[in-house]
């Protein structure tokens, strides 16, 4: 049965709206346009359309269930043949374990025993040395308490004789200090230095003196050019 331009063009506006629709959207939407079909060769067309978009379906579902069962099937045998691989290795390392724990402690019986006889061996040597260290200290006081005697008597007489030297040092030094704290306040006290930033009027204040007196003395006047380190008599 021939189809017309009519038909043509329903069936690819049936196309258009299934284009990005989900499955059932799609088997939904055709079964609408076969039951409003104009003619029957149309609605044959859409229920072949119908038909091809089921099988589409059922193969895709069917090769998801395919895949499921292939992962799940090979997840099973890795974990069976890996899972006791691994069983077999905890339990060695297990025993390997327990017979070091056994060994260890065994070591430690051992250190714990040669650590008593060592330690009963020092407290004999530990005594038998504090006995003769008693011996040697009761000599060495007796010796310490005779030479320390002489020592006191020695350095009693050695102590009058450098008290006497030093006192008669001591005054000799005193009256030489004497005399030149005397030469040097005397000579102090008839000069003075000029320091920086020094002038008449301020030496002439700090020595109690007046002003006309200090530049008679040194033969200045109120204009006198001041250097630092010359000497002023002020007596």
């Given amino acids: 049965m021939p189809v017309d331009n009519d038909d043509l063009h329903y069936i690819a506006q ?22 409003s079909a104009p003619n029957r060769g149309v609605k044959r067309r859409i229920d072949r359309m119908i038909h091809l978009e089921q099988s589409r379906h059922a193969r895709k579902v069917l090769a998801w269930f395919v895949l499921f069962f292939v992962l799940a099937g090979g997840s099973i045998f890795v974990m069976a043949k890996f899972g006791n691989h691994s069983g077999s290795k905890s339990s060695s390392s297990s025993t390997t374990r327990v017979v070091m724990n056994n060994s260890s402690s065994k070591h430690k019986k051992k250190h714990k025993q040669a650590k008593k006889s060592s330690s009963s ?31 006191t008597s020695s350095s009693s007489s050695r102590a009058v004789s450098s008290s006497s030297v030093r006192r008669s040092s001591s005054s000799s030094r005193s009256s030489s200090r004497r005399r030149v704290t005397a030469a040097s306040s005397s000579s102090r006290s008839n000069t003075y230095t000029i320091k920086s930033g020094d002038n008449l009027y301020r030496i002439a204040a700090d020595n109690n003196m007046p002003l006309k007196k200090l530049e008679s003395l040194n033969g200045l006047d109120d204009n006198a050019d001041l250097q630092p380190g010359q000497k002023l008599r002020i007596r």
Avoid: F
């Avoid at 049936?14 to 039951?35: E, L, P």
């Fill in 14 to 35: 049936t196309r258009s709206r299934v284009a990005g629709k989900s499955y059932r959207d799609r088997v939904q939407i055709m079964k609408s346009a076969a039951a």
């Fill in 121 to 151: 061996k020092s407290s004999s040597v530990s005594s038998t040395s504090s006995s003769s260290s008693s011996k040697s200290s009761s000599r060495s006081s007796s010796v310490l308490s005779s030479s320390s005697s002489r020592v």
